[in-house]
RNA sequence: CGCGGAGUAGAGCAGCUUGGUAGCUCGUCGGGCUCAUAACCCGGAGGCCGUAGGUUCAAAUCCUACCUCCGCAACCA
């Protein structure tokens, strides 16, 4: 029975603010694979948890004019409550402010100072003002801030890093020996290709610009760098702390999987193997980076007022109904989308119609027939074999597709099941078979064999909807519940007692749900209306506004840059009798003619830089108004050349 | 030539590895049934399988070129 130990992660919830159902569905995934897991006999250990250090949160928190640790006692309050209404069944919830991970990771930090592979630097870093941050060489983006893409100056700083380069070879050979460590497959290529073919840097894992953070052990200065922190969650979770290895730790490390988002497989496949590496640990056996969740076409986002919330849905459709939407809607490897009609239309046709009308109707004709008392099934026919076959064979096939996480195909066989039952009640017409006294052995047979699939549907479901399956098989007055009973056909004990047949999902009307949540939006807009965080930066002297130039450029032509996506390289008359080009990162919003014979301000006195082959000069004003929304600051009136202050 | 994925009925997807009457869900139309939640079962309509070439007796499937979309990288002076 026992199949060994099982460890599954998420990943650990930053505690920026509330998730969304996209954030949502990795939990929902990992409770699923987890339960089954359970069921199958393994030891299965399954943690989530938050992640709740870094200058975001710090940044977060002074808006809101509480102190760090008050702003993540609340979001993770939220996240807890929204894995809790998803009725999700993880061992341990894990918080990067718990007061064991803090210790642990100061440990785990000084193991690996010892070791040699986190050093401290003295050099030249580079350092952007408004941000408060300082990079690497590897970490700017083209020579500027990857943040907010502004000029970085050297700065003497102190700063850890660590040797990243030296563990480049035993990572690439753990990779190719095991070819399912980064899963799916297109992923894997695009973290060799993208980061370990060109050569891993060094990472610099230490901040002195804020003070949110795990101090570094020896150096009260620093901070240790967030993704560090949080990625170590996984092992101090279990009782790690480098030092002496916890009972807990060595029994279910290393993990099994990590199931995680597809944006941060880079920092599961790549840092995390290594820091394991140099403290000399076994590595994680599978990294799954599942797609996203959009809501219609677009991400999530709540400038666009598109965002859903898991416990919203919980409360209007139930929680079987929302981890069922996302677990079978889900594609296996492309981004899957969430909208009001279609949770109604899967709600509908497949919750209410094949699986809960089946349930309703069978249960209730064993009541009508039999007052509810289960027949021995002495009566088979031979059109009673494909359906006994096909519940046989669905465990198997289950099982099969969830080794490679395709949830949604597993459970549609469940479904699959559900259908040929109800296609079953068809060929078999009980009704019929009810009214002729001699044929009432057969008719009992027939709605055993209903019952026992149905059965087998419910137990199927288990890891999925575990209340619905709850419900079926206390209306099927059983509670025969295992894996290890859908190996044979026949489980199900005569002379018991079928319940009352209670429809387990109402049917909705759509219009009218549509509408009760169309008039329920309008709270979501206020809210839109006063989250304007704008974070303003530092003061500034008149002097150092006096050195920025403005000038009113017309724009004389303009054409886009081939090897880039997002630039348009413009050529202007600023008021000079030689042209000026720049480049600017508007290609996405506005096109060539769009722009010729308007006129913008530029930032005319700025250095030049070469951006993929163009040599700008200057810099284009204009507005994000959202991330996915850019204007350029158009001026009428002021001709070329027109200086501004 | 940066790396990778995708383009199949009105919508959402499978099939492509190992060529051989194009399939599923929803919607739609018609029929059946009445145990059940206007549900369930059966059937029909609806596709030049992104475009153009090539290989082959035969291509959605293999090859080449191109177009469009998406992800990663790059990139918003």
Known sequence: MNKGKYYITTAIAYTSRKPHIGNSYEIVLADALARFKRMQGYDVFFQTGTDEHGQKIEEYAAAAGISPKEYVDGVAGEIKAICDCLNTTYDKFIRTTDKEHEESVQKIFKKLMDKGDVYKSEYEGLYCTPCESFWTESQLVDGKCPDCGREVK??????????????????????????????????????????????????????????????????????????????????????????????????????????????????????????????????????????????????????????????????????????????SEMPHAQDGTITYETIIERYNSDLANTLGNLVNRTVAMNNKYFGGVIQAPTASEDIDAELKEMALGTLEKVTKLLDTYKVSDALSEIFDLAKRCNKYIDETMPWALAKDEAKKERLGTVLYNLLESIRFVAVLLKSFLPETSDKILEQLGTDINTLDSLSEFGALKAETSVGIATPLFSRLDAEKTLAEIEASLPAVEEEKEDKKEIVGLAEIQYDDFAKVELRVCKVVDCKPIKKAKKLLELTLDDGTKTPR?????????????????????????????????????????????????????????????????
């Not at 200065?221 to 009972?247: F, P, Q």
């Not at 040599?615 to 009136?637: N, P, Q, R, Y």
């Open 154 to 327: 050297p700065a003497k700083e102190e700063a850890y890093f660590f040797r990243m380069s030296k563990y480049q070879k035993q990572l690439e050979e753990y990779i190719e020996s095991n070819p399912n460590f980064i899963y799916p497959e297109s992923r894997k290529k695009e973290m060799i290709n993208n980061f370990i073919k060109p050569g891993l840097q060094d990472l610099c894992i230490s901040r002195s610009t804020f003070k949110w953070g795990i101090p570094f052990p020896g150096d009260e200065k620093h901070v240790i760098y967030v993704w560090v922190d949080a990625l170590l969650n996984y092992i101090t979770g279990l009782g790690y702390n480098g030092e002496d290895n916890s009972e807990m730790y060595n029994k279910y490390w290393p993990a099994n999987v990590h199931i995680i988002g597809k944006d941060i497989l880079r920092f599961h496949t790549i840092y995390w193997p290594i820091m394991l590496m140099a403290l000399g640990e076994p590595l994680p056996k599978q990294v799954f980076g599942h797609p996203w969740l959009l809501s219609g076409n677009d991400k999530m986002s709540k400038s666009r007022g598109n965002v859903i919330y898991a416990d919203d849905l919980c409360d209007r459709f139930g929680v079987d109904a929302v981890r069922y939407y996302l677990l």
């Open 581 to 645: 080009t720049v480049a600017s990162g508007i290609a996405k919003w506005y096109k060539p003619e769009d722009l010729i014979g308007k006129s913008v301000i530029v930032v005319a006195n700025l250095a030049p830089r070469t951006l993929c082959g163009v040599e700008s000069h200057g810099m284009i004003l204009a507005g994000d108004i959202t991330e996915d929304d850019v204007k350029v600051a158009f001026v009428e009136g002021l001709p070329a050349g027109t200086q501004l202050c």
